[in-house]
């Protein structure tokens, strides 16, 4: 995962506390901490597809849930004092599908 530490350099640059992220290629169900964020993510074919969450230190212990859904759909849900935040990431391709299969997915 060499890459997710370059992933985290983005938003810690623009200040960014959430990040949805698609075509992650990393396989299985699984979270990680990465330089002071923690990301989940879902894939389940490697070099295709992939989705993933990526949050920040401190909002993080504000997550109750993660639903991995799929490896084109997961969601984290987060108490933020009296709200309720959810928070999804979807994958739907679109370059080099047929109509059936984009209409399927």
Not at 5 to 18: G, M, N, Q, T
């Amino acid at each position: 995962m060499g890459k997710s530490i370059e992933l985290a350099k983005v938003p810690h640059k623009r200040k960014i506390d959430i990040a949805s992220l698609q075509e992650t290629r990393w396989v299985g169900d699984k979270a990680q901490d990465v330089d002071g964020f923690k990301l989940w993510y879902s894939g389940h074919v490697r070099c295709k597809n992939g989705v993933g969450i990526l949050v920040d230190s401190d909002l993080r212990k504000l997550v109750v849930e993660v639903k991995r859904v799929s490896d084109r759909l997961i969601g984290i849900k987060l108490v933020v004092r009296v709200f309720t935040l959810n928070v999804i990431s979807a994958y739907t391709p679109q370059m080099g599908l047929d109509e059936d299969v984009k209409r399927r997915l």
